[in-house]
């Protein structure tokens, strides 16, 4: 590879990470660590349940006796009856596929390579497929949720509905540019332009689920969920 397309690979690639990820590159800026602390404790969820469900005996426990409760080789792998909802289970596929094949695509607008286009035409649809089954066969539903924990789930909800459009109009483009336009470079670069939209769209989704696990507790051993699967 030329250093002058290699140099343009680097900086693509650079400029696409910070612009999938702009919470991340800017998580050091100008609020404080201590606000930030401050912050999360008004937004947390103040309610718990009393009991959990517990992995090694599959019954209801207090948390004390949850603690007090010794090893079990035998359970450390869980099965998917143990988990509260299957949803953490998926979710991770589209937001893994979807963010590659985004990068991999804006790379192949220099290179035009008939294998790499391929490769995002399937990861996009196994992307695809993955975000709707999260989104659709697989959603879990809550309730007594902070009137805070909402706003927080709509905005997950939009990014998951956005990320559904955007994957599935990105694997139309990615079709027509492999099928019909034969890896034209126009027909690429539309294709990845859609695509760093999914890609967008489903780590946004992704940092809002994150949210509500682990700032507003929505999830953890059934907290706040309405059914177990």
Same mark, same amino acid.
């Given at each position: 590879?030329?250093?002058?397309?290699?140099?343009?690979?680097?900086?693509?690639?650079? $400029?696409?990470?910070?612009?999938?990820?702009?919470?991340?590159?800017?998580?050091?800026?100008?609020?404080?660590?201590?606000?930030?602390?401050?912050?999360?404790?008004? /937004?947390?969820?103040?309610?718990?349940?009393?009991? *959990?469900?517990?992995?090694?005996?599959?019954?209801?426990?207090?948390?004390?006796?949850?603690? /007090?409760?010794?090893?079990? +080789?035998?359970?450390?792998?869980?099965?998917?009856? /143990?988990? +509260?909802?299957?949803?953490?289970?998926?979710?991770?596929?589209?937001?893994? $596929? $979807?963010?590659?094949?985004?990068?991999?695509?804006?790379?192949?607008?220099?290179?035009?390579?008939?294998? $790499?286009?391929?490769?995002?035409?399937?990861? *996009?649809?196994? =992307?695809?497929?993955?975000?709707?089954?999260?989104?659709?066969?697989?959603? +879990?539903?809550?309730? =007594?949720?902070?009137?805070?924990?909402?706003?927080?789930?709509?905005?997950? /909800?939009?990014?998951?509905?956005?990320?559904?459009?955007?994957?599935?109009?990105?694997?139309?483009?990615?079709?027509?540019? *492999?099928?019909?336009?034969?890896?034209?470079?126009?027909?690429?670069? *539309?294709?990845?332009?859609?695509?760093?939209?999914?890609?967008?769209?489903?780590?946004?989704?992704?940092?809002?689920?994150?949210?509500?696990?682990?700032?507003?507790?929505? =999830?953890?051993?059934?907290?706040?969920?309405?059914?177990?699967?």
């Amino acid at each position: 590879m030329k250093p002058s397309k290699l140099l343009i690979c680097l900086l693509g690639f650079f $400029l696409l990470t910070n612009f999938l990820f702009p919470n991340e590159t800017q998580a050091h800026g100008k609020e404080k660590h201590g606000k930030k602390a401050e912050s999360a404790k008004v /937004d947390t969820l103040k309610e718990a349940r009393a009991t *959990v469900h517990d992995t090694l005996t599959s019954g209801k426990v207090s948390p004390e006796e949850h603690a /007090d409760h010794m090893a079990n +080789p035998a359970k450390v792998h869980a099965s998917l009856s /143990d988990f +509260p909802h299957i949803h953490p289970l998926i979710v991770h596929f589209p937001i893994m $596929l $979807l963010m590659i094949a985004a990068a991999m695509q804006f790379v192949n607008i220099l290179f035009q390579k008939k294998e $790499l286009n391929w490769a995002v035409t399937i990861m *996009v649809l196994l =992307g695809f497929i993955t975000a709707y089954a999260s989104s659709y066969w697989s959603h +879990p539903h809550t309730s =007594g949720l902070s009137a805070h924990a909402e706003l927080v789930l709509g905005q997950h /909800d939009k990014y998951a509905e956005y990320t559904i459009y955007l994957s599935g109009l990105g694997l139309l483009a990615q079709i027509l540019s *492999v099928l019909v336009f034969k890896g034209k470079r126009w027909s690429i670069a *539309v294709a990845a332009v859609i695509l760093i939209g999914a890609g967008y769209a489903v780590s946004m989704a992704g940092h809002y689920g994150a949210q509500l696990v682990h700032i507003e507790g929505v =999830g953890p051993q059934g907290k706040y969920l309405e059914q177990h699967h």
